[in-house]
């Protein structure tokens, strides 16, 4: 289908609404949020209040606010989600991230509806059938290739959505049942326990073991700073970050470096505008190497590559700073190039492989003096740094402010003078001063006072442009007069913003239902409530299974499908070298077994196990975990 020049929208986490405020500060074209229950990030909730306050903040600067109610939800919790989505709708929020399709089955307000990356979206069939279901947003699957997004691009004119930095899920999202399996706790649901960060032996179909102890389902933290403008021209919209549970130093320094990226991309590519208002600037220089990662990848964005995965640790490592030189008593030295700073962070790996952690107490050029100095360490260690200090207090401080850009203009009137300010999108807002009319004595102090005074914007959320005067002579006005003047339409103007965000409207679903990609659903369709199961229905799904949070698959299932494979990983791919096949693997972490079976024709490895007995759902109040969205 036909593109038009579109936005593109860099698109924000947001822990807490203070968190969302600086993300929109950084320069965040848009924030998504936790409501208090039903988001798949345990531990990241927030009451309706806080959601009203954050899109207050953020309508100002035409941003927007997502909510997340993306858990597959019991029967007897329709209710209570249907009366939350209302209450999310009533506080200003401009949409909301699902991914249960009994949702669509009960009275929602009219707010804009997103697909989450739960409901596995990553063929163009698929989205298409979710933009005449009624979505205007999807999210799409981490995995896809930039020439997949292509083909999805073609085929909808959905805002399609995209995630460019932060941690990765190995398995495909919504198609992970490992933590409900071991634990009863679902990762459907907001309480994954990430069995993938866990070490892993892998060993081979005759019993040979190919590795030790290697968190061989971990993967590296995505960053597609160097493909943002190939996601741009295959059909991207909004770029998302990952991070609800992150810190706010992690909100801040990756927000504003993909605010720059975009910002160059539009002022390059006339293709491309602005997806809200403003302009951020930084005190700092954004720096993504400095916050939380795992290390980093493009994933699977450039077709299949080496190097994915963070198999020697899921921590921080850091930054390579250089390698023990030389050890004393209560100081060690190190040839690095870059200076330290008293309270840095360094590691290193030890004889194991695990990561050991030091905290600089005191810096002296590359003479360091730790708080302690651990046994591991010795002359010609490797080390990281994973905190500095002067780039983390930089960030502690104020570091952003946003602006918008509006135009004064000062003009006669019968009774005295009117201030129209006029802002980037064009909001206007007039005030009028009734005052005498004294000509100036002195024309050009006059003139150089009235337009000082009504460029004078401070701490608001405006800044000027030079001044318009529509004035038959200079006139003389109090200083006073002028800023009570500039303060009155600047409280207008503001107002007049909030009262005329553009809220997205609820996109209307086909007038007749249309048929859902399969004819068949097995657990892997995470239908957990009869509604769920009357929309699938309705549109023409024969068969459907209950979700395996139904406790009903009682033998050796699926509990992952991913496009990670470790046959590729360990060379031993049977496309890459011909002699081979895709006999099954066993990975083995104390006395969990779980079986690796390859498919290879979808180029996808599946983790396959059992239901733990007398393991049973979690069945408390659904609460906002790891990497969905």
């Not at 597959?72 to 989600?81: H, K, P």
């Not at 991914?99 to 707010?111: H, K, S, T, Y």
């Not at 500095?388 to 006669?412: G, H, N, T, W």
């Not at 007749?512 to 409530?529: K, R, S």
Request: glycine content about 6%.
């Amino acid at each position: 289908m036909t593109r038009t020049q579109h936005p593109l929208e860099l698109l924000a986490p947001a822990k807490n609404a203070d968190f969302g405020i600086e993300a929109i500060r950084h320069g965040a074209d848009a924030v998504y949020i936790g409501g208090p229950a039903f988001g798949a990030r345990y531990g990241a909730g927030n009451t309706i209040e806080d959601i009203a306050r954050l899109c207050e903040f953020a309508h100002r600067f035409r941003a927007k606010v997502f909510v997340a109610l993306n858990t597959i939800l019991r029967d007897d919790e329709l209710e209570e989600a249907r009366q939350l989505a209302w209450k999310i709708y009533e506080a200003g929020a401009d949409a909301l991230i699902i991914q249960d399709m009994g949702l669509l089955e009960v009275e929602l307000p009219p707010i804009q509806l997103h697909a989450s990356t739960q409901t596995d979206n990553r063929n163009p069939a698929k989205v298409r059938f979710l933009e005449d279901a009624g979505f205007s947003q999807v999210v799409l699957a981490r995995e896809m290739t930039i020439k997949e997004v292509e083909k999805v691009a073609a085929e909808t004119t959905l805002a399609l959505e995209y995630f460019v930095h932060g941690a990765l899920c190995v398995a495909y999202s919504g198609q992970c049942f490992i933590s409900h399996a071991h634990t009863g706790r679902s990762a459907n649901r907001g309480e994954c326990s990430q069995a993938c960060r866990l070490p892993y032996t892998l060993i081979d179909d005759k019993g040979k073991t190919i590795t030790e102890n290697q968190h061989l389902l971990s993967m590296k933290d995505n960053n597609q700073t160097q493909n943002m403008l190939e996601l741009a021209r295959a059909g991207v919209s909004s770029f998302k970050i990952e991070g609800r549970l992150k810190d706010l130093s992690y909100v801040k320094n990756i927000t504003a470096h993909y605010r720059q990226l975009l910002d160059e991309i539009i002022a390059e590519n006339p293709e491309f505008t602005r997806a809200s208002s403003g302009t951020s600037t930084f005190t700092f220089a954004p720096q993504p190497e400095k916050t939380f990662n795992r290390g980093y990848t493009d994933y699977f964005a450039n077709e299949r590559q080496d190097d994915i995965g963070a198999f020697d640790s899921p921590a921080f490592v850091g930054e390579l700073i250089g390698e023990v030189v030389e050890i004393g008593d209560g100081w060690f030295t190190v040839n690095a190039e870059k200076p330290f700073n008293n309270g840095d962070g360094i590691c290193f790996y030890d004889a194991h492989g695990d990561v050991v952690g030091v905290r600089i107490n005191r810096a002296e050029g590359t003479r360091l003096f730790p708080v302690e100095i651990p046994a591991e360490l010795t002359e010609g260690t490797t080390l990281f740094r994973n905190r500095d200090q002067e780039f983390e207090r930089a960030l502690e401080k104020d570091s952003a402010e946003r602006r918008v850009a509006v135009q004064p203009m000062f003009a006669e009137t019968e009774n005295g003078f009117s201030l129209t300010l006029t802002d980037e999108d064009g909001v206007s807002v007039a005030v009028d001063l009734v005052h005498g009319k004294e000509i100036a004595q002195n024309a050009e102090r006059a003139t150089n006072t009235l337009k000082d005074s009504l460029a004078k914007f401070g701490n608001t959320m405006f800044t000027a442009q030079p001044v318009e005067l529509k004035l038959s002579q200079p006139w003389f006005l109090p200083v006073g007069a002028l800023n009570a003047l500039r303060r009155e339409a600047t409280e207008k103007l503001e107002a007049e913003r909030l009262a005329t965000h553009p809220r997205p409207p609820r996109a209307a679903p086909a007038a007749n239902p249309v048929p859902y990609p399969q004819d068949e659903l097995t657990y892997l369709g995470n239908v957990f409530n009869a509604k769920a199961r009357h929309f699938y229905e309705k549109h023409g799904v024969s068969l459907i299974a209950d979700a395996y949070e139904a406790n009903q698959e009682k033998g050796m299932v699926s509990l992952m499908i991913t496009r990670h494979c470790l046959r590729y990983s360990f060379n031993l791919c049977p496309k890459e070298v011909k002699h081979l096949k895709p006999d099954p693997m066993t990975l083995v972490n104390g006395s969990e077994k779980l079986i690796l079976k390859f498919d290879c024709k979808a180029c996808e490895m599946h983790v396959i196990g059992k239901m733990k007995k007398g393991v049973t759902l979690n069945l408390g109040t659904v609460r906002p975990t790891a990497a969905c969205g």
